[in-house]
Structure formats: C-alpha cells, structure tokens
C-alpha cells in the first residue's frame, strides 16, 4: 500500500526558509510523478511543484519560481520541496502526492493517486 508521509512544516517568520519532506513507501516509485500541493482555508487545493522521479524533470506554479525548488533522493525514496523567501500569503496546509501513472497533467490534482496528511506552513508577517 502506499504511503506518504510529509513533514517539516512548522511557523516561520517573512523572508524565512523551510524544507518540506515527503517519505513514500508502497510502489516502485522510479515510474511515478510527485507533486506538491497546497490549501489554504476556503481555497481550492492548488498546484505547487512537481518532479518526475525517473528523469529528474521539474515543474513549479508560476508563484512559486525562482524561490521553491523541489528534488527527490532515490535512496531514500523521499521528495523535497525547499521554499525560501517565504511570504505570508503562502500560510497553507501542504499535501505531498503520487502520480503512480506518470499523467501528462501534472498540475491537475485529480491526477494524483496518493496523498500524505498535510503539514501546515504558516508564515507570519
């Protein structure tokens, strides 16, 4: 069964940095997609970054460039998201998920498969 857990959120002040991790365990993770999402509260989830875990490929939210970077260490079959320059409307609940089919779409949550918990980021002015 697979599984994902995230962790590493926290409350960090404007212009912070946090490292999100993502332990997955379940699947041969070396076909899949991963993405990060996230919810603020009274908002639709929405896209944040993701990596295709064979090719290393990477794709990131419009808002996000240049200041998140997510990566994936095979050894340990954990997915990173490292956010710098944190501001406070980032404040959300970020999901961790798995695209065990690899789908064109990677920005469209319905195409992920497995999701972790969440890990609340809350960033303060």
């Known amino acids: 069964q697979v599984q994902l857990v995230e962790s590493g959120g926290g409350l960090v002040q404007a212009g912070g940095s946090l490292r999100l991790s993502c332990a997955a365990s379940g699947w041969t993770f070396s076909t899949c997609r991963m993405g990060w999402f996230r919810q603020a509260p009274g908002k639709e989830r929405e896209f944040v970054a993701g990596?295709?875990?064979?090719?290393?490929?990477?794709y990131y939210a419009d808002s996000v460039k240049g200041r998140f970077t997510i990566s994936r260490d095979n050894a340990k079959n954990t997915v990173y998201l490292q956010m710098n320059s944190l501001k406070p409307e980032i404040t959300a609940v970020y999901y961790c998920?798995?695209?065990?089919?690899?789908?064109?779409?990677?920005?469209?949550?319905?195409?992920?498969?497995?999701w972790g918990q969440g890990t609340q980021v809350t960033v303060s002015s």
């Open positions: 990596i295709r875990w064979s090719s290393r490929s990477t």
């Open positions: 998920a798995a695209d065990i089919y690899d789908r064109v779409n990677y920005w469209n949550r319905y195409n992920y498969d497995y």
